[in-house]
């Protein structure tokens, strides 16, 4: 199984850009990653996701390193309300063992 | 609307009495989740199935144990061999790709159970 490794906090100012990052130095070839966030108290909601280039949504946007082994999601411009814990995870290819490491809390302040 | 529904939101039970929390999706998914988080701690795999009558231990089964009998259905019973059931339960479902690729998993809002 791939294993992912994210910083446990990190802060940011409202309306500043938050770039979260992740390590997956394990993934395999074929393993997108994913990235949800949760608020408290609630179920995770899916973010975005990747494979080999950059994407964006209306959300976020990701960048991959060119190695896969690792990855960034940016949140451009910050508000109060994602403040949340934010998880990235392979897509589970190994057999559909969908896993999540302990996830980045990010604090948006004011 | 589609969507992935656990219920009760909210449970209470006594110590040594088994308890099964339930999960419906209506999204057509293949595979569903079971998770266990504890405050200020991530997610833990308990139980996972792929196909209807099929499922696999996760990370943390022991004490718990799961049925897939219909394809929307994912019960999850804790038993009382649990030894600290009291925790918050999610369960999330995802599509499979070509039986390969999972794509995007979806999230229930969650069962808090308290075992007293």
């Known amino acids: 199984d791939a294993k992912t490794t994210q910083p446990p906090s990190m802060d940011c100012a409202e309306g500043r850009a938050a770039n979260l990052p992740c390590n997956h130095s394990?993934?395999?070839?074929?393993?997108?990653v994913y990235w949800y966030r949760q608020i408290h108290s609630q179920g995770p909601q899916y973010i975005i996701h990747?494979?080999?280039n950059n994407e964006t949504n209306e959300m976020a946007s990701l960048i991959i390193t060119e190695d896969r082994k690792s990855s960034t999601l940016i949140l451009p411009h910050a508000t109060l309300r994602d403040t949340a814990v934010y998880y990235c995870t392979p897509d589970g290819t190994s057999y559909g063992k969908l896993t999540f490491g302990q996830g980045t809390i990010l604090t948006v302040h004011p | 609307d589609g969507g992935i529904t656990q219920s009760p939101k909210y449970l209470f039970r006594k110590e040594g009495q088994n308890v099964t929390l339930s999960c419906e999706q209506n999204l057509n998914h293949d595979a569903m989740y079971w998770y266990r988080q504890d405050p200020g701690q991530g997610l833990r795999l308990i139980y996972y199935?792929?196909?209807?009558?099929?499922?696999q231990k996760g990370d943390i089964a022991e004490g718990y144990s799961v049925s897939r009998e219909k394809k929307e259905s994912f019960p999850l019973t804790v038993t009382s061999a649990q030894k600290n059931p009291t925790a918050f339960y999610l369960c999330a479902s995802t599509a499979t790709d070509r039986g390969m690729w999972n794509t995007e998993a979806f999230f229930g809002q969650g069962t808090r159970l308290t075992v007293v």
């Open positions: 990747g494979l080999k």
């Open positions: 394990t993934i395999s070839g074929n393993e997108y």
């Open positions: 199935s792929q196909i209807v009558n099929d499922f």
